[in-house]
């Protein structure tokens, strides 16, 4: 079968319909004669049936006295010998000995004993009606040879046997069976020049159907299935030739899928290459970034230790800060205390350099009247000198009053001495408490000032403090953003790796198909 043409392969379907509508054609034809012969049983056994159902009514009246049993039986043959059905049909009666009681047609025949009359075809006609009155239900089909009438040459006939028991009557009618014949004939005569009508019809459209298969095809399709193979197994090399007009056709079709393929294929070959060469060196750049996140995540740990450790410096600067501030506080309250305690000072130096030039002046006083009472002494004794005895007494008073003018001088110069140096030394030291004044008050500003800067230092301690935090946390945000690089770095990795076995796969996949330029790398090697 698989050697057979197209041709050849759809005239088969045709041949096998021929036959299939001639079987169908006799088989119909064979269908109608039986059908024909059934609705002729059908009309004979009515007819016998009229016959017996005639007998049956005048045997009852006969038993219900209406009518003799002889005259009963008169009438029932008179009326069944006017039976006729299908034109010329009647019914006989023959009794159940096979002696004629009635025949309609050949009356010559009433009253024979006809039990070894046989018919053209050497049939015991009259037993076999016989037998099948004698049958369990009575009746029966019986054929038989019997000239029509006005004919000479017998006919095949069928007849239907119905027995009346209580006369032992059979009757029979008959129909003769060549018109069934003539009607089958033609019936299938006519069914046969219809199917040659209807074949000759198909026989064109399917020799048109074939042209246009072989046209669509483009050639057997024998030729369309092994090209069709070929490229299945991957080979696009060689030409295929297309007939001038079948450009249409299946083949032309699978030439341009060809074409299209091993074009299609080449530069899919060309892209999985270079997808492959793109895999491995994005595959070599994520282990290189891989290897790189995990210094740059190492390093990012370090930071953050680092991190960690100069956050404890700084907020311990920020307390050691906080502390100064105090201790600048406090220093700066004891500095203003001293500069109070200074000006106090200074204020009583000033007041015992007023009191040191009051003594100066009331010293000066007393020299003043020393050197008086010494000039009054010198003059009360160059009186007493110029009294003689008299003023003796008044001379060693004056000369005592002398010595303590002298006595008191020269305290008072002594006095006068001692205050010019405690005044000269109150004076040094005034300016001296002056000048620690001022050194206090430089003091308490420097102190002031350093209470300041140390405040400026302890927030900005706090905000270096909280800027660390932030730092840390960002250092700990990059840590886990450059962990999660880390995870997809492995994942792009994973993707390039497997992206590269698929390319692989890809190319074994695309191998199996052969183009011309695989065709001549293999013929220039």
């Avoid at 001293?338 to 007393?366: H, L, P």
């Avoid at 350093?450 to 800027?467: C, K, N, R």
């Amino acid at each position: 079968m698989s050697r057979l043409t197209l041709r050849q392969k759809l005239w088969i379907p045709l041949l096998l319909t021929w036959v299939g509508l001639l079987t169908l054609t006799v088989w119909h034809a064979l269908q109608m004669r039986e059908m024909q012969l059934t609705e002729r049983k059908h009309a004979l056994a009515d007819v016998t049936e009229m016959a017996y159902s005639i007998a049956a009514g005048l045997d009852r009246d006969a038993q219900a006295g209406k009518i003799g049993a002889d005259a009963a039986k008169q009438q029932a043959l008179a009326r069944i010998a006017d039976l006729r059905y299908s034109g010329n049909g009647y019914v006989t009666v023959v009794g159940a000995d096979s002696v004629v009681v009635m025949h309609p047609m050949a009356p010559k025949l009433n009253g024979k004993d006809m039990s070894q009359w046989k018919d053209a075809k050497g049939n015991l006609l009259y037993q076999d009606i016989a037998a099948a009155g004698a049958s369990p239900a009575g009746i029966g089909y019986v054929e038989y040879w019997w000239p029509k009438p006005g004919e000479k040459e017998p006919s095949s006939k069928l007849g239907f046997v119905k027995r009346y028991k209580p006369w032992n009557w059979d009757f029979i009618a008959g129909v003769y069976q060549d018109d069934i014949q003539a009607a089958f004939y033609h019936t299938l005569v006519t069914s046969l020049a219809v199917l040659i009508v209807l074949g000759a019809a198909i026989s064109l459209l399917t020799s048109l159907a074939v042209k246009s298969v072989r046209r669509s095809v483009g050639g057997e399709p024998s030729r369309a299935a092994e090209l069709a193979r070929q490229i299945a197994a991957g080979d696009l090399t060689g030409r295929i030739d297309v007939a001038h007009g079948d450009d249409d056709s299946i083949v032309s079709a699978i030439a341009y899928t060809r074409d299209t393929l091993a074009g299609a294929v080449s530069r899919v070959k060309s892209a999985a290459e270079a997808i492959h060469t793109a895999a491995a060196e994005i595959a070599t750049g994520n282990g290189d970034l891989s290897s790189r996140t995990e210094q740059q995540a190492a390093s990012l740990e370090e930071t953050a230790a680092a991190m960690d450790e100069l956050t404890s410096t700084v907020k311990q600067n920020a307390e050691n800060a906080s502390r100064a501030t105090e201790v600048a506080a406090s220093a700066s309250s004891e500095a203003e205390r001293g500069g109070g305690v200074v000006g106090d000072v200074v204020s009583k130096v000033r007041a015992i350099a007023e009191s040191s030039k009051k003594v100066a002046d009331i010293t000066s006083v007393i020299d003043s009247i020393a050197f008086q009472t010494n000039i009054l002494a010198l003059n009360a004794a160059v009186e007493a000198a110029r009294a003689g005895e008299n003023g003796r007494g008044f001379a060693v008073v004056a000369s005592e009053v002398r010595s303590l003018a002298q006595r008191s001088a020269a305290a008072a110069k002594e006095i006068r001495v001692l205050v010019d140096t405690s005044l000269t030394q109150v004076e040094s030291g005034a300016a001296l408490a002056e000048s620690a004044g001022q050194a206090m008050d430089g003091i308490v500003t420097a102190v002031k000032r350093v209470t300041t800067i140390v405040d400026e230092i302890a927030t900005a301690s706090v905000q270096q403090s909280t800027g660390i935090d932030e730092v840390n946390r960002a250092i700990a945000q990059m840590d886990g953003a450059t962990q999660q690089n880390a995870a997809l770095v492995e994942q792009a990795a994973a993707a390039a790796a497997s992206l590269n076995e698929q390319t692989q796969q890809l190319g074994a996949a695309i191998r199996v198909f052969r183009v011309e330029a695989d065709a001549g790398h293999a013929a220039g090697r």
